[in-house]
């Protein structure tokens, strides 16, 4: 349990008030009054400083194209690595401006697939070092690493390995047709990872970043809810996805699935085999 005397040793001064509050099941989350402005803390225990590397490159790579709470300090207390963030007042915005915005982030492009850093999760590192080819990119250094932490976790089995390798081979036949241009990705957009400030202002927040398919992120946004279609709407307007897209979707949600499945266990399974079963 983190105390007063931990708070007392971050890099800010007149720390008045520190309390607990939501943010996700990865880190802890404090919102602290220090000089009288708020700051929001998210701390890793028994991690060093460069735990939070990737997320702070990640927010600095995204607030090129659209607002993000602006990293202030990052280091590590007693064992426990900590990020400081500005504080973000939330409010209410138009989901067309935030669809717009996530357009304008694809805009952002690179020569390879990959990033400047690894994310270290739960229970893989995930692997970003640089690859000129996308099929390469997402079968060696996203699926295989997934399904060898599936195995570990007792959450695979036979049928699930043999749709998942004709799922693969689906994947390579069309890419290897249908050359991809590295867009920078949020990696992680589901409803939870959006917000609105007070001014009605789009934001995102806990990046994966990564230069992959920008499909990737808009399958992520159609698994779990939260985006209208006024989000789709603006996102058209300023960079129009290639016909098909639903035909292409599963292999990337299958990313997602099957990560919450080797987290949650069993619940998740029913979604992936759906997924699996169409190949």
Same mark, same amino acid.
């Given at each position: 349990? &983190?105390?007063? $005397?931990?708070?007392? $040793?971050?890099?800010?001064?007149?720390?008045?008030?520190?309390?607990?509050?939501?943010?996700? !099941?990865?880190?802890?989350? /404090?919102?602290?009054?220090?000089?009288?402005?708020?700051?929001?803390?998210?701390?890793?225990?028994?991690?060093?400083?460069?735990?939070?590397?990737?997320?702070? !490159?990640?927010? @600095?790579?995204?607030?090129?194209?659209?607002?993000?709470?602006?990293?202030?300090?990052?280091?590590?207390?007693?064992?426990?690595?900590?990020?400081?963030?500005?504080?973000?007042?939330?409010?209410?915005?138009?989901?067309?401006?935030?669809?717009?915005?996530?357009?304008?982030?694809?805009?952002?492009?690179?020569?390879?697939?990959?990033?400047?850093?690894?994310?270290?999760?739960?229970?893989?590192?995930?692997?970003? +070092?640089?690859?000129?080819?996308?099929?390469?990119?997402?079968?060696?250094?996203?699926?295989?690493?997934?399904?060898?932490?599936?195995?570990?976790?007792?959450?695979?089995?036979?049928?699930?390995?043999? +749709?998942?390798?004709?799922?693969?081979?689906?994947?390579?036949?069309?890419?290897?047709?249908?050359?991809?241009?590295?867009?920078?990705?949020?990696?992680?957009?589901? @409803?939870?990872? /959006?917000? /609105?400030?007070? $001014?009605?202002?789009?934001?995102?927040?806990?990046?994966?970043?990564?230069?992959? !398919?920008?499909?990737?992120?808009?399958?992520?946004?159609?698994?779990?809810?939260?985006?209208?279609?006024?989000?789709?709407?603006?996102?058209?307007?300023?960079?129009? &996805?290639?016909?098909?897209?639903?035909?292409?979707? @599963?292999?990337?949600? /299958?990313?997602?699935?099957?990560?919450?499945?080797?987290?949650?266990?069993?619940?998740?399974?029913?979604?992936?085999?759906?997924?699996?079963?169409?190949?």
């Amino acid at each position: 349990m &983190l105390n007063d $005397q931990w708070f007392k $040793q971050l890099p800010l001064t007149k720390i008045t008030n520190h309390q607990p509050v939501s943010g996700g !099941d990865i880190n802890l989350a /404090f919102k602290v009054i220090a000089d009288n402005k708020p700051y929001f803390i998210k701390v890793q225990p028994n991690q060093p400083a460069k735990y939070f590397d990737h997320e702070r !490159d990640g927010l @600095a790579a995204l607030e090129q194209a659209i607002k993000v709470p602006h990293p202030v300090a990052q280091g590590e207390i007693e064992g426990n690595a900590f990020l400081i963030l500005e504080w973000i007042e939330s409010g209410w915005g138009d989901q067309f401006k935030l669809g717009q915005a996530v357009a304008k982030l694809h805009q952002i492009t690179n020569d390879k697939f990959g990033f400047s850093t690894n994310h270290k999760t739960k229970v893989l590192v995930k692997d970003n +070092h640089w690859n000129p080819n996308w099929s390469d990119f997402y079968v060696h250094q996203r699926l295989e690493p997934e399904i060898k932490a599936a195995k570990a976790k007792g959450v695979w089995n036979d049928w699930r390995n043999q +749709h998942f390798e004709k799922m693969v081979a689906a994947f390579k036949r069309y890419y290897a047709d249908h050359p991809v241009q590295p867009s920078l990705l949020h990696g992680d957009l589901w @409803a939870g990872n /959006f917000m /609105f400030d007070d $001014q009605g202002q789009p934001l995102l927040i806990d990046p994966d970043s990564v230069y992959g !398919d920008r499909e990737f992120d808009i399958a992520m946004t159609t698994i779990f809810g939260g985006f209208e279609n006024d989000f789709y709407n603006g996102y058209q307007s300023i960079l129009p &996805l290639r016909p098909g897209l639903n035909n292409r979707l @599963a292999w990337y949600q /299958f990313y997602y699935l099957c990560m919450h499945l080797i987290l949650f266990g069993e619940s998740y399974g029913p979604s992936v085999d759906q997924i699996l079963g169409r190949f």
